[in-house]
């Protein structure tokens, strides 16, 4: 660690999740709840955190459930009635699987909601989206204009289904560059984990994917324009030095300043926010760098 880090604390926390009991029961893990979280931020010195909510795990194709749609509403309402009990320091995003019928009426009914309108959070994997699919691509397409159209931010886990081996790399991140981002031009899409999945950063495919992105800021491609990456479980204490230099040259890539701190669900074995930040900051960055990702602030938190 570079001296002077150690009193680094990030902005905040930009990729966090909630587990409502019922979600808790279904994926198998402890709930954790907003004043869970809150005190895991206060031991890391964190202001704020992003609440993607999990609604989306209803959606799942491996699942199947008669009220699928009441439970997608439960989850993504119980996330917001969480926020509400920290205003100013919690921010809710709706989520649902994007390739359903009912997709296009819940963000609008997220929309609407005090409490849900910042945006919407889409897991590709979860959901088994697959942008070479002309059908799914038409519906992505459908709900980043939605998205767009309701001044709602779009935080996407681009990686496809890994347990489904379903295909991902260069192709699909040319699709989402070139056929879902002019769909939403006016407002923020974050690219959870740098394009894959995490944690670590041992992940070809979706350094592949990644590498297409990086190239379109790089060069000012304005349909790139209103992009951020979050490195959510990404350094995870357990990278190779060549990981992390290939994480660090990413980082280089993207420029630092759209680059986001997340820690992921403390879940399982996810690093902790506290533990998280420690091996960010483990990274070989300089001291500068450090401190603009640290102070970096999405827009919809502004």
Not at 35 to 62: H, Q
Not at 114 to 120: E, R, T
Not at 169 to 179: N, S
Not at 235 to 253: H, M, N, Y
């Amino acid at each position: 660690m570079l001296c002077g880090l150690a009193q680094a604390q990030p902005a905040g926390d930009f990729h966090q999740h909630l587990f409502s009991p019922t979600v808790a029961e279904l994926v198998k893990v402890q709930p954790i709840s907003a004043t869970d979280l809150i005190s895991m931020l206060d031991d890391a010195g964190i202001k704020r955190a992003t609440l993607l909510s999990v609604a989306y795990t209803f959606g799942s194709p491996k699942r199947s459930f008669p009220d699928e749609l009441a439970r997608v509403r439960a989850e993504n309402d119980w996330t917001a009635a969480q926020a509400a009990k920290y205003p100013g320091r919690l921010m809710a995003f709706c989520s649902f699987n994007p390739l359903k019928d009912y997709a296009l009426g819940e963000l609008a009914r997220c929309a609407a909601h005090p409490g849900l309108k910042h945006g919407i959070k889409l897991h590709f994997g979860n959901s088994d989206v697959q942008l070479e699919q002309p059908a799914h691509l038409e519906r992505m397409k459908q709900v980043f204009k939605a998205a767009n159209d309701h001044h709602m931010a779009i935080v996407v886990h681009m990686r496809a289904s890994i347990s489904q081996n379903r295909p991902y790399g260069a192709q699909q991140a040319r699709i989402f560059l070139e056929q879902l981002l002019p769909q939403a031009p006016d407002v923020t899409v974050q690219v959870a984990h740098f394009a894959g999945a995490g944690p670590g950063y041992d992940d070809p495919a979706g350094e592949e994917a990644m590498g297409v992105l990086a190239e379109a800021v790089q060069h000012g491609d304005p349909r790139a324009r209103k992009l951020w990456f979050d490195i959510a479980s990404l350094p995870d204490g357990k990278l190779t030095k060549e990981q992390e230099q290939r994480l660090v040259a990413r980082i280089r890539q993207v420029g630092v300043s759209r680059v986001l701190y997340g820690s992921d669900a403390a879940a399982g074995n996810n690093l902790r926010p506290l533990e998280g930040w420690a091996a960010f900051l483990s990274l070989p960055l300089t001291e500068d760098e450090v401190a603009i990702v640290s102070t970096n602030l999405p827009p919809y938190w502004r």
